[in-house]
C-alpha cells in the first residue's frame, strides 16, 4: 500500500508565504508525475501544479510566478513553494501521485488527505 502524507498548511497572511510538502510511503517500484490541487470552499477541485518524474513543470494560471513545484525523487517527497499569497489561495491542498507499488503492477494514482491553506489577515 502506498500513502502520501501532506504537512506544511496553515494560517498566514496577505502577501506571505507557506511550504507544503508531501511524503510517499509504502511499497513503491516508482513515482511518476505529482500534482498539487487545492479545492476551495464550495468550488471544484483544481489543479495547481505538476511535476513529471524528469522534473518539468507546469502550473494554473492563477499561480504562475508565485508558486513553485519541485521533488525530491531520492525521499519520494514533493514540495510546493507558495509566495505572495492571496486570500483566494485560501483552500485544502492535496497532494497526487502516480505510483507503480512493483514492476509487475500497473500505475495507480494516489491522493493525500489534504492540508489546510488559509489567507488572512
Known amino acids: 500500500q502506498v500513502q502520501l502524507v501532506e504537512s506544511g498548511g496553515g494560517l498566514v497572511q496577505p502577501g506571505g508565504s507557506l511550504r507544503l510538502s508531501c511524503a510517499a510511503s509504502?511499497?513503491?517500484?516508482?513515482?511518476?508525475?505529482m500534482y498539487w490541487y487545492r479545492q476551495a470552499p464550495g468550488k471544484q477541485r483544481e489543479l495547481v501544479a505538476t511535476i513529471t518524474s524528469g522534473g518539468v513543470t507546469n502550473y494554473a494560471d492563477s499561480v504562475k510566478g508565485r508558486f513553485t513545484i519541485s521533488r525530491d525523487n531520492a525521499k519520494n517527497t514533493v514540495l510546493l513553494q507558495m509566495n505572495s499569497l492571496k486570500p483566494e489561495d485560501t483552500a485544502v491542498y492535496y497532494c497526487?501521485?502516480?505510483?507503480?507499488?512493483?514492476?509487475?503492477?500497473?500505475?495507480?494514482?494516489?491522493w493525500g488527505q489534504g492540508t489546510q491553506v488559509t489567507v488572512s489577515s
Open positions: 509504502g511499497s513503491i517500484f516508482k513515482i511518476y508525475a
Open positions: 497526487n501521485a502516480n505510483v507503480q507499488p512493483r514492476a509487475v503492477d500497473p500505475v495507480w494514482s494516489y
